[in-house]
């Protein structure tokens, strides 16, 4: 394969892909993003969420998540982001399910994790660019939600609906 990177920014790259599949020669732009780790938090029967500005989408209401930074592991950027976006801390963090989003065109993976044990220790913690805002909302409410159609984040899709088959839910 033969790459050529023709943007880089702070969140992702972009390169065009040159390689063969079963004898054929292709083209391909790959977006090239380190991960994410997003949690399901729960307070009691309420998930903390964040309603957030989402370019170009707008306001969209979804589980706490963030981006890896350089030689961060999933669990420990699931544990920094839940703080800085919520103001909580997890005693643990298990592993729910890691997913593509994109997985045509795109190398992000998402790692869900569902925190245990939350409890309130300061102020959101947020970059120059994030409009956030904590909302509880209880678990089943979340789920008829999504299934209406009023959730539209993947990760909150894929996290919740997990969950709740894991846990024999639904």
Do not use: W
Not at 102 to 110: D, L, M, Q, R, V
């Amino acid at each position: 394969m033969r790459k050529t990177r023709i943007f880089s920014g702070n969140i992702l790259s972009l390169s065009i892909c040159d390689l063969t599949i079963k004898g054929r020669k292709v083209k391909r732009e790959m977006i090239e993003h380190r991960g994410a780790a997003a949690m399901l938090a729960f307070e009691g029967s309420k998930v903390i969420l964040v309603k957030q500005y989402r370019f170009p989408y707008g306001n969209v209401l979804e589980i706490p998540a963030g981006t890896m930074e350089k030689g961060e592991g999933p669990k420990k950027c699931a544990f920094r982001e839940l703080k800085e976006e919520t103001g909580y801390n997890a005693k643990k963090m298990t592993h729910l399910i890691t997913y593509y989003p994109s997985i045509g065109y795109n190398t992000e993976a998402i790692h869900c994790y569902v925190a245990s044990s939350i409890k309130k220790v300061s102020n959101l913690k947020l970059d120059k660019d994030e409009i956030i805002s904590v909302k509880k909302i209880d678990f089943k409410k979340l789920l008829k939600m999504i299934l209406a159609g009023k959730i539209v984040d993947s990760k909150t899709i894929c996290a919740v609906l997990v969950y709740a088959i894991k846990k024999k839910l639904l």
